[in-house]
């Protein structure tokens, strides 16, 4: 099976794609599939690497080794795969499969499965819709508020109105929570990118005003005070749920920097909550994934509150980190399923959710 894996990427989370990347490249069965690994850089340039060693992924050497073929994607059916721009010849190689590898802006947020949609390669994860709306911080509130899962109170701000009248929109902001410390978060940025916590006013409105350097609508969440717990869930029509597993990072709140850079961040499998929690994490999480037409992965993010012990949703991410402390392989891996066997599945669900 010819199968490309996207790498990289336009977004802030372009190191990290590579570094899922990498563990990814190292867990595919050489034997089933014919690997394709194809790198995009932060301005958007594609190259496919032959032979492209996973090490060198994962510090970013890629970008700097010789031999690497400039390609596109061609949206062509008829072609079904990628051009390869070699000097005076092109090669089209016809792909049955392709993993994106890629978190965030232009990979996670329904562009890079819209091109793939037009084609008409099968590909691992969310369809177009699904990773729209869950890229979108705001349009996943708006779906998740008709399943009755619970989840925290929010205010949508905007950053045209920021612009015109902050003050109005931090008043707002703080009468509708009204309690601090709350969270603020860009809607669209993913992977806790631009997260900020205020205590007071004050840092508020700093964090407002960071958050719309990097996204033109921004959350302002009511603080959970709980345990932070993820759910990993695979599946296409009938999806099943991982045991729930619990973040205890050594920073104030779960950062980027917890989440994928600081292997200090203590992991707990099964979570250190009830089983009656751990049931209602994972059935809330199968109607989150379902409401949200999620298709293949996500990892469903959940806080359980210290006080009363009630379970409220976080966020989806529709592609979740894949490195060697990432959460969704390692619950996974929990339930008897091994990372290559995890690639194996992911892989078909593609081609059933292609093929029908």
Not at 20 to 42: C, F, H, Q
Not at 71 to 94: C, F, K, N, Q, S
Not at 131 to 149: F, I, P, R
Not at 223 to 231: L, P, Q
């Amino acid at each position: 099976m010819k199968l490309a894996v996207l790498f990289g990427g336009i977004s802030s989370e372009h190191d990290i794609s590579c570094l899922s990347a990498a563990s990814i490249l190292r867990n595919l069965n050489k034997d089933k599939y014919e690997i394709y690994p194809v790198g995009i850089t932060r301005s958007g340039e594609w190259l496919y690497c032959p032979n492209c060693d996973p090490d060198r992924v994962e510090s970013g050497a890629w970008e700097r080794m010789t031999g690497k073929v400039k390609v596109v994607l061609a949206p062509d059916r008829g072609m079904h795969g990628m051009v390869l721009l070699r000097e005076g010849e092109i090669e089209i190689v016809r792909l049955d499969c392709v993993f994106p590898v890629l978190h965030g802006v232009g990979g996670e947020d329904g562009t890079m499965q819209g091109l793939l949609e037009l084609a008409g390669i099968p590909y691992v994860g969310c369809g177009v819709a699904a990773s729209a709306n869950t890229m979108d911080k705001a349009l996943t509130k708006k779906v998740v508020e008709g399943t009755g899962v619970r989840q925290a109170r929010y205010y949508l701000a905007l950053r045209y109105d920021f612009e015109r009248n902050a003050e109005a929109v931090i008043a707002a902001a703080a009468e509708t929570l009204g309690a601090f410390p709350v969270f603020v978060k860009p809607c669209s940025q993913g992977s806790s990118v631009g997260v900020a916590k205020a205590n007071n006013l004050l840092e508020l409105a700093e964090g407002l005003t960071e958050a719309f350097k990097l996204d033109t609508k921004v959350l302002v969440e009511e603080f959970i005070d709980g345990h932070e717990v993820e759910c990993a869930v695979l599946g296409n029509l009938e999806p099943q749920a991982s045991t729930v597993g619990e973040i205890a990072p050594t920073q104030e709140f779960y950062t980027f920097d917890a989440k994928y850079k600081d292997e200090s961040s203590r992991l707990y499998i099964p979570a250190h909550i009830t089983e009656e929690q751990i049931a209602t994490v994972r059935r809330d999480a199968v109607r989150v994934y379902t409401a949200l037409g999620c298709r293949g992965l996500s990892r469903v993010d959940f806080f359980v509150t210290h006080d009363s012990g009630e379970v409220v949703f976080n966020e989806l991410n529709a592609i979740p980190g894949f490195t060697s402390i990432s959460m969704y392989p390692k619950l996974f891996d929990y339930e008897g399923i091994g990372y290559a066997e995890l690639l194996d599945r992911l892989i078909s669900l593609a081609l059933e959710e292609h093929h029908g």
